[in-house]
């Protein structure tokens, strides 16, 4: 199986990628730019451009046709760039304060040129290194809930929601959560990556048909709910924060699915986090956790009142059931992810960043549980506060 490619495409290097900002308008042909690749991810090149004399920046954004995990072996689709630029511009539409700005999009070479947000930071690095961002619930809690209520059929008039549906379909991404998230930890899968000394822990997963038929339910609904537009792959690192502003960046995973899956990824992620300190140091962390989820709770319920397209929103408990839903989703979801980041293809450095061998076994042994029961408890847990990490 050959690595899908356009006609027309070839990847950026640094100097080419200087070629491309000055003949598509963005500098002047004399102007003196200097140019880094700066992506850590495993799908794309990101390319930080700097004008010296003006400091004017921008970055290029180019998928691959590959996983750079892998390798060419592993192809995916170069569509995955227009989704995303789609994506943030949708997106822009509802809380244009939370996603950086799109400039232009090129379909050939499966490029975005967007603002720069270098002098941000990741979420997921400045948690790691102590930080704390008190604005982070707030400004997630409201992105949540704004994206996803104008994108479903409680805000978005019903047959323009089906339409703007049509434009995301993203099945090659789609196949990667489907497989990485939802399936393959849970199963003697190749493309597991863990410790042996997890393996009993592991093994206890992989014969668990009571967790198995949880999970089962759970990508069922990934598979078929196609509630709202999600971003599909929110988690700690595709968040850019400063202390007064939060990025929600890289939706290339958008596509329509079940609203509690973006809210789920986000408080694993947190939960993730929380895992890999001391239980003394915790406390902020399931702070920021309890108020992403009671921000997002009430202005889902501030946009419910006033903006609701549907007739049935007047009806008594339509409102609670749909957000009792939404959580108990969202805590599945959630132990979903935390298990596959521990044990599946895609770790995070919360966990793998644990020097000492004994606390981070501990700590993903921890994640492990933890994600066990949110899967189990879903409909015990009436708010993520009652959450217990051991």
């Given at each position: 199986m050959g690595v899908p490619r356009l006609e027309g495409y070839y990847e950026l290097t640094e100097t080419t990628a200087i070629e491309y900002a000055k003949n598509t308008g963005f500098f002047e042909q004399s102007a003196a730019l200097d140019c880094e690749e700066i992506g850590d991810g495993n799908l794309n090149y990101v390319f930080h451009i700097v004008e010296r004399q003006s400091g004017i920046s921008i970055i290029i954004k180019q998928a691959l046709p590959y996983a750079k995990v892998v390798g060419e072996s592993w192809p995916l689709t170069l569509h995955r760039a227009t989704i995303e630029s789609n994506a943030l511009n949708v997106f822009a539409k509802f809380v244009p304060d939370f996603v950086p700005k799109v400039h232009f999009t090129d379909e050939v070479l499966a490029l975005t040129v967007m603002e720069d947000l270098s002098e941000f930071t990741i979420l997921r690095e400045g948690l790691i290194q102590g930080n704390r961002y008190p604005k982070i619930p707030e400004h997630i809690g409201t992105y949540l809930a704004k994206t996803l209520f104008y994108t479903s059929d409680f805000g978005l008039n019903q047959q323009e929601k089906k339409e703007l549906a049509g434009t995301f379909i993203n099945p090659e991404l789609c196949k990667i959560t489907e497989d990485l998230v939802f399936t393959d930890p849970f199963y003697d899968k190749d493309t597991n990556d863990f410790e042996e000394a997890l393996l009993e822990d592991v093994e206890a997963i992989w014969s668990n048909d009571v967790l198995k038929l949880?999970?089962?339910?759970?990508?069922?609904?990934?598979?078929?709910?196609?509630?709202?537009?999600?971003?599909?792959d929110l988690h700690t690192g595709s968040v850019f924060v400063t202390a007064d502003e939060t990025k929600v960046i890289d939706p290339e995973f958008a596509f329509y699915g079940p609203i509690g899956f973006d809210v789920g990824q986000f408080l694993a992620n947190l939960l993730l986090n929380a895992l890999s300190l001391p239980k003394s140091e915790q406390a902020p962390i399931l702070d920021d956790l309890n108020q992403t989820w009671d921000v997002f709770v009430n202005t889902f319920k501030t946009l419910w009142h006033e903006h609701n397209v549907e007739p049935y929103a007047e009806v008594n408990d339509y409102l609670n059931f749909t957000l009792t839903q939404i959580l108990q989703d969202s805590l599945g979801f959630a132990g979903c992810e935390l298990i596959r980041r521990t044990i599946g293809l895609a770790h995070v450095k919360d966990l793998d960043g644990i020097e000492n061998d004994e606390v981070r076994i501990a700590a993903k042994r921890q994640a492990l549980s933890l994600g066990r029961n949110l899967i189990l408890q879903k409909e015990h847990i009436t708010h993520p506060r009652y959450i217990r990490l051991y």
């Open positions: 949880e999970v089962a339910k759970l990508k069922k609904k990934f598979l078929t709910q196609g509630e709202a537009l999600l971003h599909g």
